[in-house]
């Protein structure tokens, strides 16, 4: 008479490469139950037929099946996918290389971005486009508080509204006041949005228009040191003939939301000019 081998389920996690753990929770969702349960130490047993399962439910996790699904499928007399669910299952295959094309691309578009701000000489002649803006004004304590004000309100509020903001992203500020103030700041925030909505007691949606000539320069460090950038900006535009041709816009590649020492915050002005 043949033995039947049983392995506790230390012995069948080693075999199948499979956590105990893990087995565990197959058991309790009652996906795959051990052979026997001794009542007196509570070890659990396996025979070795319990490999092909378990190998058939690695197998649809590979594919894709949830277990809630694959405990389905094994709770139906076929003990496997239909050909309908095989379909699904290959059109949810399509929707997701969809979604990871797409995000691909904005990616891409985004790492272009970068890598042309990184290259980019501190100085810099560009053209910007005409866009649609949300924008909130106020007037602040000091440039410290531009960061708290972004995350804390604008940002909240954008989302609320369901603003869409076209990769890679593009936001800025322009300073209202005549002459340089240190604190109770006049600034506006302008965020690039794909379409405008519907005005907030927060929000007000404008477009801006093309922008063909700015001298651009880039600032690394806190807010608090943009006075001497700006200072350095318009001497340089003063030293080529530049003639001024609007305000500058700061624009805020990194900052407190994605970098936390601020000797490595990255902000952009652009100073609209009329070259000679």
Not at 137 to 144: A, P, Q, T
Request: glycine share 4%; aromatic share 8%; hydrophobic share 35%.
């Amino acid at each position: 008479m043949r033995t039947e081998i049983k392995l506790k389920i230390g012995e069948f996690s080693r075999l199948m490469q499979t956590t105990v753990k893990t087995l565990r929770h197959y058991e309790q969702i009652g996906l795959l139950l051990p052979d026997e349960v001794d009542e007196a130490t509570g070890y659990r047993y396996y025979r070795m037929e319990q490999m092909q399962r378990l190998n058939a439910i690695k197998d649809l996790k590979s594919l894709g099946f949830s277990l809630d699904e694959i405990k389905d499928i094994y709770d139906d007399d076929t003990h496997t996918p239909s050909l309908e669910i095989l379909e699904a299952k290959i059109d949810d295959c399509r929707r997701q290389l969809r979604e990871l094309e797409q995000r691909r691309l904005r990616l891409a578009v985004l790492a272009d971005s970068r890598k042309q701000l990184l290259i980019m000489e501190k100085f810099s002649i560009q053209s910007l486009p005409e866009i649609i803006v949300a924008s909130h004004r106020e007037v602040v304590e000091n440039y410290d508080a531009i960061g708290a004000m972004c995350v804390n309100v604008i940002g909240p509020e954008m989302q609320r509204l369901g603003c869409k903001c076209p990769p890679p992203g593009y936001c800025f500020t322009i300073e209202h006041d005549k002459e340089y103030k240190p604190k109770d700041i006049d600034i506006e925030y302008c965020e690039q949005v794909e379409e405008a909505g519907e005005d907030s007691a927060i929000i007000t949606f404008k477009r801006l228009p093309a922008v063909p000539t700015a001298l651009c320069m880039k600032h690394v460090g806190p807010y608090d040191r943009f006075y001497q950038s700006y200072v350095e900006l318009f001497k340089y535009a003063e030293e080529q003939g530049y003639q001024i041709a609007g305000a500058p816009r700061t624009c805020y590649i990194d900052g407190c939301w994605n970098q936390e020492d601020p000797e490595k915050w990255l902000s952009l002005i652009q100073l609209p000019v009329i070259l000679p």
